[in-house]
């Protein structure tokens, strides 16, 4: 008989392998590849989610790594913005190219119709060898050719069929200027020369180390692909498998940590856009549903937010006026005299490694709403 895990020994389980049980040591590319990838939509939440996870985490640190080119950002999973080790995002980046195609549906793929895709394709690579471009440049660029298109359309056109980096300084702390682009084979150059693309065996090997136990729709919830029950078949022999409590059947690896469901859970504030939210098709195991639309809203921000006993039980964010930092905390329901001081206490530690560099004197509060 398959062994039943509970949401509680789920959520340890996750917890363990996104590093939020405790901290610890790593470096930045040791912690992203772990994680496989952080969502990477707005420049500063990789940071936060860095700095929940390792001990001693500076800002810089991960900036480095995006400046040598040990980390990318771009494109990947879910066809989604992502931090990525730099050989995680050339092996998998061609895997995800059904996941990109499906990208250019709607506004895009009307402004799109009649055009010879190929062509435009070639045009864009073509002006790309020139150097790095912006989206704007890139669509600017191809309109001047074809006349009767959107820029921005033959520009989503290039990205979604064309691996690109966004260079730094885009991705960084603070940093919200356009991006310039550049095809990784370009940006990499020599390292990307040998790189193997991994397969769909691999892909999911990865995931369940970094998100597992977990079933084959939340496989594909975190990756945009489909396909994976004939993954999971060929990999069977070789991997656990478990009953959650609703029946479904959850796949892991046999070695991955699944830490006894007592297991204590400190107090931890998730950034925004965290791939914990949105690398499962099932987020009970972190989120109630009855939270859901307070932390995913109708005009598509994650907000960031509040762990306690492992899951979701506020929001929280970040208020600036004058030299005045403040944490604004949500509990979703009255938290207790112990929780609410450990929260406060994490948010204030946050406070000071977002502090603003150039605000020197910056005063910190915390306000529980």
């Known amino acids: 008989m398959p062994v039943v895990l509970s949401q509680r020994a789920l959520n340890r389980a996750t917890l363990a392998r996104q590093m939020l049980l405790e901290r610890r040591k790593a470096t930045v590319v040791q912690a992203i590849e772990k994680l496989a990838g952080l969502q990477a939509q707005a420049p500063n939440p990789p940071y936060i989610g860095l700095w929940s996870r390792l001990e001693g985490f500076r800002r810089e640190q991960l900036t480095d790594a995006l400046k040598k080119r040990r980390i990318v950002r771009m494109s990947t999973l879910r066809a989604t913005l992502h931090l990525m080790a730099a050989s995680d995002a050339l092996a998998w980046r061609p895997l995800l190219e059904p996941v990109h195609q499906r990208g250019l549906s709607g506004e895009h793929s009307r402004a799109l119709e009649g055009i010879d895709r190929a062509a435009v394709v070639k045009a864009g690579k073509a002006l790309l060898d020139g150097g790095p471009l912006t989206g704007t440049e890139l669509g600017q660029g191809l309109a001047a050719h074809w006349k009767d298109h959107a820029p921005a359309s033959l520009a989503a056109l290039i990205r979604n069929n064309v691996p690109l980096v966004h260079l730094p300084p885009a991705g960084s702390w603070n940093s919200h200027q356009n991006a310039r682009l550049q095809p990784i084979g370009q940006w990499l150059g020599e390292s990307a020369a040998d790189a193997a693309p991994a397969t769909q065996d691999d892909l999911l090997l990865r995931y369940l180390a970094a ?31 478990f009953t959650g409590e609703e029946g479904q059947e959850l796949f892991d690896l046999p070695r991955a940590p699944r830490p006894d469901p007592d297991t204590p859970a400190p107090p931890r504030l998730v950034a925004e856009w965290d791939n914990l939210l949105l690398s499962h098709a099932d987020r009970s195991r972190v989120l109630s549903e009855a939270h859901r639309a307070r932390v995913f809203t109708v005009n598509g921000i994650v907000r960031g937010t509040v762990l306690l006993d492992g899951f979701v039980a506020g929001t929280w964010k970040i208020e600036r006026a004058k030299n005045t930092a403040t944490a604004v905390l949500e509990p979703f329901t009255r938290w207790s005299k112990a929780d609410r001081l450990g929260v406060q206490e994490e948010a204030m530690r946050l406070l000071a490694f977002a502090a603003d560099a150039e605000g020197e004197g910056e005063q910190h509060d915390v306000r529980v709403l």
């Open 211 to 241: 998100f597992g136990p977990a079933t084959l729709a939340d496989a594909g919830a975190w990756s945009g692909l489909t396909g994976w029950k004939a993954v999971a078949e060929r990999l069977r022999p070789q991997l656990r498998v």
